[in-house]
């Protein structure tokens, strides 16, 4: 069995001849102790000595993936801040019509070059990709965490019309790629990040309302070019993990291992299999 057949039949609920490994997106500074350690020089040679059977490859994270003639990056137009809880554009926003003038990203500047000729190049491994998708830090860096959680409560139409705008310029960038990509793709890899170390982020109620609608054409979106369906998301998330199943969530990727109650989460719902086994 490869590595590609391998983690396919892991994530489809099915027996592989052996345990999966992903090394997972070590921090920068901890490359350097790897090679030590394993008397490598690449990345690629220490994912080969650990038999890595996962290649991560995600085209937003190649420099040459968007091309703003202005010079943009895809969502950091008055966005000069380094934290979720730090006031954004449109933190005082009360309008619909205003979300409007910002300057969203456009789809047209989109370049997949650099990403196609890593997938074509990664190997017989299991090939994770798609834009990252991460609409609700997005979202969030747009308002401020506080401003963001007030908002789906004082002006629910200013947060709908934001979502929008991030989720429409995503799902689109996914539409451009996938046909590309082919069977390149094995599994659409997108991530965001919905708890904290004991609990959701906004209740489940919001979740329902403004997470649950695009989060539902995202992972339709991938089954539909059929690709499996890998969520990233740290925290405690066991009160949704019921709506991601009924999403088509094929696996979870919870990278924080102590967060309230997602042992026991794990032990209720088979489709972490892949995940808590493997990628932890």
């Given at each position: 069995m490869t590595s590609r057949e391998r983690i396919k039949t892991i994530i489809a609920g099915e027996k592989p001849d052996r345990c999966g490994f992903w090394l997972g997106n070590p921090h920068e500074?901890?490359?350097?102790?790897?090679?030590?350690y394993f008397g490598t020089k690449s990345e690629e040679d220490i994912r080969k000595t650990l038999n890595d059977d996962l290649r991560w490859i995600?085209?937003?994270?190649?420099?040459?993936?968007?091309n703003d003639p202005d010079g943009y990056a895809m969502f950091d137009a008055g966005l000069d801040k380094k934290m979720h809880g730090q006031a954004g554009p449109f933190a005082n926003c009360e309008d619909p019509a205003e979300v409007?003038?910002?300057?969203?990203?456009?789809?047209?500047?989109?370049?997949?070059?650099?990403?196609?000729?890593?997938?074509?190049?990664?190997g017989d491994v299991y090939r994770a990709s798609g834009f990252w998708t991460c609409f609700y830090h997005n979202v969030m860096d747009l308002f401020?965490?506080?401003?963001?959680?007030?908002?789906?409560?004082?002006?629910?139409?200013?947060v709908h019309a934001v979502t929008d705008k991030v989720c429409e310029f995503y799902y689109e960038a996914n539409e451009q790629f996938f046909p590309l990509t082919g069977d390149l793709v094995d599994?659409?890899?997108?991530?965001?990040?919905?708890?904290t170390q004991?609990?959701?982020?906004?209740?489940?109620?919001?979740?329902?309302?403004?997470?649950?609608?695009w989060f539902r054409k995202f992972t339709e979106q991938g089954h539909a070019h059929g690709y499996q369906v890998i969520l990233h998301?740290?925290?405690?998330?066991?009160?949704?993990?019921?709506?991601?199943?009924?999403?088509?969530?094929?696996?979870?990727?919870?990278?924080?291992?102590?967060?309230?109650?997602?042992?026991?989460?794990?032990?209720?719902?088979?489709?972490?299999?892949?995940?808590?086994?493997?990628l932890t």
């Open positions: 500074e901890t490359w350097p102790l790897l090679h030590n995600c085209p937003q994270f190649f420099p040459s993936a968007y409007e003038k910002y300057p969203w990203p456009n789809p047209d500047y989109l370049n997949f070059d650099e990403c196609l000729s890593n997938l074509k190049k990664a401020g965490m506080e401003s963001y959680m007030m908002k789906m409560y004082t002006h629910p139409d200013v599994g659409f890899f997108f991530g965001n990040d919905f708890g004991v609990d959701l982020i906004c209740g489940p109620v919001q979740f329902d309302e403004f997470i649950m609608p998301s740290c925290g405690a998330i066991h009160k949704v993990i019921g709506r991601l199943i009924e999403a088509r969530v094929d696996c979870l990727h919870p990278l924080q291992a102590k967060a309230k109650d997602m042992d026991d989460s794990v032990d209720l719902f088979d489709f972490l299999y892949f995940d808590h086994n493997i």
